[in-house]
């Protein structure tokens, strides 16, 4: 484009380079460059005198070298120095920058650009000011203002006059050394600047194109013409109508904007109605929504009370639960001690015979440690199976004495045990291993998977709180680790506590009334207000109770006299009194706190 034919609807963008605060130093008076007077002469053609700038000194006159060696005063400094010495530089350097175009006869600023932060180098957004008239797109010339804020206040940095016919070609923004505070401008055909020399561009290669004569030009140029005339004529007679329609009265007939006015009025009382209405049923709502809260407040109220109540009763039988919470741990704990006496007593588990470390035997059935011979004969086959068998029912058993559920549940069937597999991703129908030899080689793996999972259940029972968390060191001492768990369940300070009693003997005494004998309606044992083993039924002693039977059965022989009498008694009143285990043809089963037993009477 040619520098006459540049306008401002032309401009696009404006960049900033190398933003300084400094004070800005032109050429010196002497320099002696080749295009100096080429430059000046153009100036005066073009545009008005430019301003002065300040002349170097001798000292910066000197030439430098291109080769001279970097200073670096920052080789020996540790980094958090480097990273304040970098701070400060773009501290003192990085400021917050926008720019306004103006130009002269208007008051306000043509254009006014969004604002960059914290930077040295700025490209602005591109504009366009086609639609600020004609006025202002076909000029020439403009200023520009650069505002900038260090701190907290906004400071005019830099004015400048602004020829379009006078700037200087770059092309692009690479390869270029910009001096301080650097304007450069995006117009529709490039990339101009002031302050760096211009350089020729490129030869567009396009085909030559016919243009438009002198005349078609001038006939161009009265059209503009006319137009603007047109639309300067159109602004005047809408500003003379305006003015005559103020000036004029307005019409002495009222009636239509009266009427006009009171249906405007009508449709505003209207309205206002409907939002009363609206508004007086939003009242009545929110008045019952806050009766609704008062008396769920009040209900609430009643039962957090209520609540507080119970907290403090609570609070006073607190000491009497724990101290009867603890005194039945530690009854629990008693009995669990002297089951599992009785339990190690029921299935001895003694050392084997033969010797061999870690070798025991269970009721006198001796069984390996996991390692056996799967060749040997079927008596050990069955000696092995009746062992497995021992310690399954010690197991099972155990789960129920120890509250500790068994991973793998167990099927106690003496000799024809047998362990069930519920976790592993099995067939339903394979999922029950025998305790026992079948012959076979899957039978033999079934077998060692069974034995496998029993000693997973002791290794269970072992690490459980009631056992107290017993380390097992090597799950296939089978009767080992049984008789340690055992050994530990039946530890304590405290003596084992005794059988409770009272089952043999209240269950005879339902059965004498039942045979038609009054007993003693005071006495500690009846017939229908307590079961045997219950609390009510063990609240009196041993000996009491022993006293209290002996009287009852005498008092009932001497009444009745009958047969059923007679046989109470074995000798005289001195001698034993007749129980079910003194009796000849009694033969009882009962269930005394989990045990079964089996009375047999004897002559």
Known sequence: MLPQNRRLRHLQGIYLRNLSFTRPCGRATDDLDADLLSNKLQTRLDGPTPQLHHAHSSESLLPTRANARRRSTLVNVSPITRQKQLEYTIESRAADVFFSLHCNGEDEPVYISEVGERAINFNFRFFDLSQAGPSITRRSQFIIKIWAKRQHSWTLLLTEQVDLRSLNFLGSLRNHQFPPNCLVFHLVDGIYSLQLSSTKPEPKQAPTLPTSSYNALMKLSNLDNSIQDALATREALTAQINSLLERTPPASDAVPQAQESALLAAKYVSAQTRAVRSAQARRAELQASIAARRAAIRDGRAA????????????????????????????????????????????????????????????????????????????????????????????????????????????????????????????????????????????????????????????????????????????????????????????????????????????????????????????????????????????????????????????????????????????????????????????????????????????
């Open 304 to 603: 957090q009370a209520k609540a507080a109540e119970d907290v403090a009763h609570a609070q006073s039988k607190l000491p009497a639960s724990r101290a009867l919470l603890a005194a039945t741990r530690e009854s629990i704990h008693g009995q669990r001690r002297r089951i599992c006496e009785d339990l190690s007593r029921i299935y001895a588990i003694t050392p084997d015979p033969s010797g061999t470390p870690l070798s025991f035997q269970i009721c006198g059935v001796p069984l390996p440690n996991t390692d056996y011979d799967p060749t040997s004969s079927s008596s050990a086959e069955d000696s092995l199976s009746a062992g497995l068998g021992y310690v399954a029912q010690l197991t099972h058993a155990l789960q129920f004495y120890l509250s500790v559920p068994l991973p793998y549940p167990l099927n106690p069937f003496g000799s024809r045990s047998s362990v069930r597999d519920d976790i592993s991703l099995l067939p339903n129908s394979q999922r029950e291993f025998p305790l026992f030899l079948r012959g076979g080689a899957t039978a033999q793996y079934r077998f060692d998977y069974a034995w496998f999972l029993l000693n997973k259940d002791v290794e269970a029972l072992c690490v459980s709180a009631a056992a107290a968390g017993l380390k097992v060191v090597d799950i296939r001492h089978t009767l080992p680790n049984l008789k340690y768990l055992l050994y530990v369940c039946s530890a304590g300070r405290e003596e084992v506590p005794e059988r409770r009693r009272g089952g043999v003997r209240g269950l005879w005494a339902g059965r004498l009334s039942g045979k038609g004998k009054k007993a003693d309606d005071g006495a500690s044992v009846s017939t229908t207000g307590s079961r045997p083993g219950s609390a009510d039924s063990e609240a009196m002693s041993g000996a009491k109770q022993r006293e209290q039977l002996m009287g009852r059965v005498a008092g009932s022989q001497s009444q009745n006299g009958s047969a059923d009498g007679q046989s109470l008694v074995s000798g005289s009143v001195g001698s034993s009194i007749g129980l079910p285990f003194d009796e000849s043809s009694a033969t009882l089963t009962l269930r005394t706190k989990g045990l079964r037993e089996n009375v047999g009477a004897h002559a």
